[in-house]
């Protein structure tokens, strides 16, 4: 992954085209993934207490009496500081990245120590999809994870893009593989009939259900 700022637009990506942290850790048959950056709604907090503290910065300087040099200094300086805080904070989320394959949910974040969190799709036993006001209204949401065992890379998947496809996207995931094969009960007779997924079915005259052989001419 580039050093400097780079956006990652939430979308499937081709293996060629992620970052190149990324795919070696991925399985040969991995071949697309959805994901990218965060939701820049990450950075509303950081922004808002920037402009908070540059409006009582220039009210302080306002307000300072004459002489008061050593005052305005340490608000300037105070200023530079939340400058630098926020452009941190800014450089983070472009280096915040979420991704989700048919394997694995990847979560990366960190500027100087990188870490590379992954949680495999079949270790997930429950999720919830939340969505603030404020996330319905920007398109972001948030996903809670659990899995089976007590440890876990992460619970918490915060400001998600395009929320609703995504949670289709990982519902698809966890549901993709449909039973080969189903137990029916018949309730005159309580016994259990392992019927094949595309098998057919008949009524003996005891009334109890049984499998069609392939050379039954007369199911019915």
Do not use: C
């Not at 400097?4 to 990324?22: D, F, G, Q, S, T």
């Not at 280096?95 to 120590?113: A, N, Q």
């Amino acid at each position: 992954m580039a050093v400097l700022p780079h956006k990652w637009p939430w979308r499937n990506w081709p293996v060629a085209e992620l970052p190149r942290e990324i795919p070696r850790y991925l399985a040969d048959t991995e071949t697309t993934i959805l994901g990218g950056q965060v939701h820049e709604a990450v950075m509303i907090k950081p922004v808002a207490a920037f402009i908070g503290g540059t409006v009582l910065t220039f009210l302080g300087f306002a307000n300072l009496p004459d002489g008061a040099d050593g005052a305005r200094n340490l608000l300037a300086l105070a200023w530079v500081a939340l400058l630098l805080w926020v452009s941190w904070r800014w450089f983070e989320w472009t280096r915040e990245l979420t991704f989700i394959s048919g394997y694995r949910m990847i979560k990366v974040d960190g500027v100087v120590i990188r870490k590379i969190r992954m949680m495999p799709i079949g270790k997930v036993t429950d999720m919830t999809y939340n969505k603030t006001p404020l996330g319905i209204l920007l398109g972001y949401g948030t996903f809670i994870v659990e899995s089976a065992g007590q440890d876990q890379a992460f619970s918490k998947l915060p400001f998600i893009p395009d929320p609703d496809n995504t949670y289709r996207h990982i519902q698809n995931l966890l549901f993709k593989k449909v039973p080969q094969d189903v137990n029916i009960v018949n309730i005159s007779t309580p016994k259990r009939v392992n019927v094949g997924w595309t098998g057919r079915f008949r009524k003996d005259p005891d009334g109890r259900g049984g499998k069609i052989d392939q050379d039954d001419q007369n199911p019915w």
